[in-house]
Antibody, heavy 127, light 111 residues
Framework: EVQLLESGGDLVQPGGSLRLSCAAS????????MSWVRRAPGKGLEWVSS????????YYADSVKGRFTISRDNSKNTVDLQMNSLRAEDTAVYYC????????????????????WGQGTLVSVSS | QLVLTQSPSASASLGASVKLTCTLS???????IAWHQQQPEKGPRFLIK???????NKGDGIPDRFSGASSGTERYLSISSLQSEDEADYFC?????????FGGGTKLTVL
């Protein structure tokens, strides 16, 4: 059974940093791309960042580029999101999501969508 | 610009059927989309990946009550025999080179 368990959410002041982690189980972790997606209060889902199975290729939404860093440890089956220079508008529940494969040569054809999701972890940015 | 448009809300009676729509921006008629369901206080759940020709594949354990169809730039999610647990937010998702896009979501109320 695929399981994704996020952790690390907290209340943090504007300008602060936070590191989220997602522990994965039930599948061969290094063979699958992973993403972080968030949902702000009263808003819809917003893609944040994605990473290939090897970790060599990473992708970011413009709203977080330069502030957030996605990484993975395939020996521990975890994918992390380091969030720096946090802003009030980063307040959201952050979800870890698995893709049904990993891209080849930076191509996500057929595997671009999320087929499993975690339960989320809440990040609140406020003074 | 790649954009997905969804109606903010929909409603239907218990036991009835409903069709939700996700509209791709012009110029993106051949794009596939995925539908996800998010029940209150839960993480999203993948329902179905829908291609432009209407072919699709469903997530694990998704009942036959959920189906998809395509027409032009519109992608549909139909739910039959509505149950109370179908009351949720429904999001469509697609992908452009190096960017993932979600629609604004449709809140489905089961009356």
């Amino acid at each position: 059974e695929v399981q994704l368990l996020e952790s690390g959410g907290d209340l943090v002041q504007p300008g602060g940093s936070l590191r989220l982690s997602c522990a994965a189980s039930g599948f061969s972790f290094n063979n699958f791309g992973m993403s972080w997606v968030r949902r702000a209060p009263g808003k819809g889902l917003e893609w944040v960042s994605s990473i290939s199975g090897s970790g060599a290729d990473t992708y970011y939404a413009d709203s977080v580029k330069g502030r957030f860093t996605i990484s993975r440890d395939n020996s521990k089956n975890t994918v992390d999101l380091q969030m720096n220079s946090l802003r009030a508008e980063d307040t959201a529940v952050y979800y870890c999501a698995k893709h049904p494969g990993t891209p080849r040569n930076n191509l996500w054809s057929g595997i671009w969508y999320s087929d499993y999701w975690g339960q989320g972890t809440l990040v609140s940015v406020s003074s | 610009q790649l954009v997905l448009t969804q109606s903010p809300s929909a409603s239907a009676s218990l036991g009835a059927s409903v069709k939700l729509t996700c509209t791709l921006s012009s110029g993106h008629i051949n794009y596939a989309i995925a539908w996800h369901q998010q029940q209150p206080e839960k993480g999203p759940r993948f329902l179905i990946k829908l291609n432009s020709d209407g072919s699709h594949n469903k997530g694990d354990g998704i009942p036959d009550r959920f189906s998809g169809a395509s027409s032009g730039t519109e992608r549909y999610l139909s739910i039959s025999s509505l149950q109370s647990e179908d009351e949720a937010d429904y999001f469509c998702q697609t992908y452009g080179p190096d960017i993932w896009v979600f629609g604004g979501g449709t809140k489905l109320t089961v009356l």
